[in-house]
């Protein structure tokens, strides 16, 4: 991105009140407040010449009294801070010296996040004259030029350690010690998930902990990578850019910034020709849509998963017990009893643990009043924490019917961010089916489920593209349908299933590798990796190196295997035909084990161990 690009992604200019997101539940003043943490970095963003002047020391007093939390991030350390800035108890949390240490200005407690330097480290760097050095409790510090001589000494005592870079300052720390991961200690401490956080910086060394921040800030005059990489550019510079920021924050939650983050959208599927469709995780409700055994499950699943590794929290509300494999979740009601709320809420009380609540053991007729006591219990979390982010409700026209007896709150009175997924989109609300931004329908007439949609909810039915027997329908509304091929992501679970198999189970004889040799004498058959890896391993290297100078293994994995990176990284090994048949056999195998760790895992039946080995080729 240039810098050009840059300016034209100022914050000043993003705002514009009145803002509604086309599909949303409601306007974006009210909905529930969603950053809750501002982090800043401390020089030359919140301080000129290390001093923060008055008018930024208001704006940070601002933002406590509107019941959002202050994270200090910075590369100093804690008794420096202290001296150039007394106020730290303006701050919920400090991460000091760069990530490596946490503290607590409400009881004055610190916490190191890393281990202290070594002494011997300290002195050889004293010894070869780098001055100045400055030495904190994880955190070692000089200037440039000197990261030659620091380069060295670790060389020398065989150190892990890392240098970040800081506008001509050098500091050294534990491998995997940043900004970024102090501040999510410090964000987990104070229960707050970092998709609720705004962040802002303006150096080399902020560029981790922007990163990790749903929205990340530059201050106008931080350095080019850094204003290049951010979602919003201030005017300001130090000081002035943080006011301008806070300014923003409060008067509308960022809600009024047209801001459409290609890190932070989630992908649905991909068309024929090649098109990503993805949509913005903080502004849309989808409603998956399809008859029993189109995959509609499957597909919320998959969705449900990406959003979690993007960091959203998410609970599924499964009134059938079909989630039981979601990946990263807990299930609750496996016991034979109900789940119970407070259950629920301890689970979602941190901010990187996600539920699924199982409701088959509740009766039928009662699920909606569970529902309906646990959206108000979601929303008050949502009001505090601006989480759970997500909501997947199964079987929606069980609890919001077209003729409710027990009926749940609508969408209208719940937190944003819901998947509702169903086989009869005739029998839910049109008051819930209007709080719908993206509808994804799958099965053998998608298009009659968009236009009946639309039906439903008083707007005209959109031309929807003829879809066939193997496609679906997405329509990000108020956009027109788009038709994809129908390619269901698979969910982890599902995944773990298939890499087990792969790697230790039977894929038949169909989809076995044979190594058979140039002059086709041998028939030895691996029907999974582990096998594949064992045979290789004892066949003669002619065989080898037939197989590998006929592409035959990147085809299988292509083909058999199903696993196109894997194909593709094989085949750069068997474009290096020079590479001995025991280098190439030996990044092969790399290859796999990265992908598949069950490999060797579980025994083959009806198989014999082996007693030595066939040929040269291992």
């Not at 060389?155 to 050098?170: D, K, P, S, Y």
């Not at 024929?272 to 409603?287: H, V």
């Not at 609750?332 to 301890?346: H, I, K, M, N, Y």
């Not at 949502?382 to 077209?402: C, K, N, Q, Y």
């Amino acid at each position: 991105m240039t810098a050009d690009r840059a300016e034209t992604r100022h914050l000043s200019d993003r705002l514009k009140h009145g803002w509604r997101a086309e599909g949303g539940i409601a306007l974006a003043s009210a909905q529930p407040m969603r950053f809750h943490a501002l982090a800043c970095d401390y020089d030359r963003t919140l301080a000129n010449d290390s001093h923060v002047d008055a008018a930024t020391r208001r704006a940070l007093s601002r933002v406590r009294q509107s019941g959002r939390r202050l994270v200090l991030v910075t590369g100093r350390e804690l008794d420096d801070l202290t001296l150039v800035f007394p106020d730290l108890d303006c701050f919920d949390r400090i991460v000091a010296e760069n990530g490596a240490l946490l503290y607590d200005p409400a009881t004055q407690e610190s916490r190191p996040l890393a281990g202290p330097p070594a002494e011997a480290f300290v002195s050889a760097l004293r010894a070869r004259g780098v001055s100045p050095l400055a030495v904190g409790r994880a955190i070692v510090a000089t200037c440039e030029p000197h990261e030659t001589a620091v380069l060295e000494v670790i060389r020398e005592h065989g150190l892990e350690l890392q240098l970040i870079f800081n506008r001509g300052a050098v500091m050294v720390l534990p491998s995997g010690i940043n900004k970024a991961t102090g501040l999510a200690v410090a964000l987990r401490e104070l229960g707050l998930s970092p998709r609720n956080c705004v962040g802002i910086g303006d150096a080399e060394n902020d560029h981790a902990f922007l990163s990790l921040c749903e929205c990340a800030v530059a201050v106008g005059d931080a350095v080019p990578a850094i204003r290049e990489g951010a979602d919003l550019v201030t005017r300001g510079g130090a000081g002035a850019g943080v006011i301008e920021l806070v300014e923003a924050l409060l008067a509308s939650d960022l809600a009024g910034i047209d801001r459409a983050v290609a890190r932070r959208e989630v992908l649905l599927g991909t068309t024929a020709e090649g098109a990503e469709i993805r949509f913005d995780p903080q502004g849309a409700n989808l409603l998956v849509v399809g008859p029993s055994g189109s995959g509609k499950s499957t597909l919320a699943t998959a969705v449900l998963e990406r959003l979690g590794d993007a960091g959203y929290q998410f609970c599924i509300v499964d009134p059938e017990g079909a989630y039981r494999d979601v990946e990263g979740a807990i299930v609750l009601g496996e016991t034979r009893r109900a789940p119970t709320l407070a259950e629920v809420l301890d689970v979602l009380a941190a901010p990187d643990r996600n539920v699924v609540v199982n409701l088959a053991d509740v009766p039928r007729r009662d699920r909606p009043g569970f529902l309906a006591a646990l959206l108000p219990r979601f929303r008050e979390l949502r009001g505090r924490m601006g989480r759970p982010h997500w909501i997947l409700v199964d079987e929606a026209h069980h609890f919001w019917s077209t003729a409710p007896v027990h009926a749940a709150p609508t969408p209208l009175d719940a937190p944003s961010g819901l998947i509702l997924v169903t086989a009869h989109p005739e029998h839910v609300a049109p008051a819930v089916l209007g709080a719908i931004g993206v509808i994804i329908a799958v099965g053998h007439a998608p298009g009659d489920v968009i236009r009946e949609f639309a039906r439903a909810i008083g707007v005209d039915a959109p031309e929807v593209p003829d879809a066939g027997e193997q496609s679906m329908v997405v329509w990000l509304r108020p956009a027109s349908p788009i038709l994809l091929p129908l390619a269901i992501p698979t969910p982890g679970a599902e995944r773990r299933r298939q890499l087990r198999t792969y790697a230790t189970g039977d894929l038949g004889e169909s989809e076995s590798f044979y190594f058979r040799g140039p002059a086709g004498k041998l028939n030895l058959r691996a029907y999974n990796l582990t096998l594949f890896v064992e045979l290789a391993e004892g066949v003669d290297e002619e065989t080898w190196r037939f197989h590998l100078r006929q592409g035959h293994y990147s085809r299988w994995f292509r083909d058999a295997i199903e696993d196109p990176d894997l194909a593709a990284e094989v085949e750069r090994v068997e474009a290096t035909p020079d590479v001995p048949g025991v280098e190439s056999l030996k990044r092969i195998r790399h290859a796999i084990e990265e992908r598949y760790p069950d490999l060797g895992q579980a025994p083959r039946p009806g198989r014999a161990p082996r007693k030595g080995r066939r040929g040269g080729a291992s």
